[in-house]
């Protein structure tokens, strides 16, 4: 079984920063790319930032410059630095990554449960 646990969310002020982690656990034989996606109410999930196996970002236009991916394969984590928050970054955040079980030849998508980021003064 394979498990993606994210943790970091809360409530923060415009301007302000926030860290989110991921780790992912079980029976993993190798991962993709790995990243973060949100939703916020009323509308549909959408790709923030995510990151191949050898590292390589890709950003959201709407948070160049103000989020940072980060990865350590060995540790089987991905990290979301944001700052420069604003309200319209308030979403439940998932974490996303592409791996392969142990024993199985094919990749699938798998997602954590969200953790809310809400900015609000």
């Known amino acids: 079984q394979v498990q993606l646990v994210e943790s970091g969310g809360g409530l923060v002020q415009p301007g302000g920063s926030l860290r989110l982690s991921c780790v992912a656990s079980?029976?993993?034989?190798?991962?993709?790319?790995m990243g973060w996606y949100r939703q916020a109410p009323g509308k549909q999930r959408e790709l923030v930032a995510i990151?191949?196996?050898?590292?390589?970002?890709t950003y959201a236009d709407s948070v160049k410059g103000r989020f940072t991916i980060s990865r350590d394969s060995a540790k089987k984590t991905v990290a979301l630095q944001m700052g420069s928050l604003k309200p319209e970054d308030t979403a439940v955040y998932y974490c996303?990554?592409?791996?392969?079980?142990?024993?199985?030849?094919?990749?699938?998508?798998?997602w954590g449960q969200g953790t809310q980021v809400t900015v609000s003064s």
């Open positions: 990151t191949t196996s050898d590292g390589t970002p």
């Open positions: 996303n990554a592409r791996l392969r079980v142990k024993g199985s030849g094919q990749f699938n998508d798998y």
């Open positions: 079980g029976s993993i034989g190798s991962i993709g790319w």
